[in-house]
């Protein structure tokens, strides 16, 4: 996402975690010096998204977009999953995501664009077959969160959005999964960008569909 943004002349301000070994984001910031800057932080960490938030005080965002996702077992049933796996997934898919919209929709204009990524497996509704019974509530949490923060802002011209971003071939979505990242992310940009004149809360995938709730 980060590389297509750059292409399309926006600067870009991406986070690694501290300790990282070299990612692609450090080889975008050294191609795009002008356009992509470099940052760290662990959002599982509170302290670290405050000294973000400190050292990127003086900046203004038009797009906050939030992506960050692990999950456990795919096949463990929520009965089944030990309290610390299952607070380890919550907190990073849900509430590490939040703190970060929470801590920097200052920054964010009234007109501009807060995203975070999410899954159309945190579809409630689109629920019928159970299976990664821990990462799906893990994202429909995001999902209600993000909608509590855009009801809070019912009155602005903000517009807020959660992506899924199909089934992609990342260390998450694994080898066999349907869609490339090249497949996905251009499109997914485009549909994140267009999002930007349309006030309120959707939830779209990367085709610009609406998602069910």
């Known amino acids: ?5 750059a292409k399309k002349d926006w ?8 300790g990282s070994a070299r990612t692609a984001l450090h ?20 302290e670290g998204i405050a000294a973000l938030r400190t050292r990127l005080a003086d900046r203004t965002f038009d ?8 999950t456990n077992d795919e096949g463990e049933r929520i009965g089944d999953v030990s309290t610390d796996e299952f607070v380890r997934v919550m907190i990073t898919n849900s509430l590490s995501p939040m703190r970060v919209v929470e801590s920097f929709s200052d920054l964010v204009p009234p007109t501009g664009l807060i ?13 019928t077959t159970g299976y990664r019974e821990v990462y799906r509530g893990s994202k429909a949490a995001l999902n209600m969160f993000m909608r509590s923060v855009a009801a809070r802002e019912s009155e ?19 080898p066999g999964a349907r869609l490339t990242i ?26 610009g569909r609406t998602v069910p709730w």
């Open 115 to 127: 995203g975070a990524m999410t899954s159309g497996q945190g579809s409630v509704a689109n629920n």
């Open 156 to 174: 602005s011209r903000r517009a807020f959005v959660v992506m899924a971003p199909g089934w992609v071939q990342t260390a998450l979505g694994g």
């Open 63 to 70: 797009v906050l977009f939030v992506n960050a996702g692990t």
């Open 11 to 18: 600067r870009v301000t991406g986070t690694v975690r501290p």
């Open 182 to 207: 090249e497949e996905s992310v251009p499109r997914l940009v485009e549909v994140l960008l267009a999002k930007r004149e349309r006030p309120g809360i959707e939830y779209l995938d990367y085709l």
């Open 1 to 5: 996402m980060a590389a297509e943004l």
């Open 27 to 46: 080889d975008l910031a050294d191609e795009y010096p002008d356009r992509v800057d470099l940052e760290t932080v662990d959002i599982t960490d509170p």
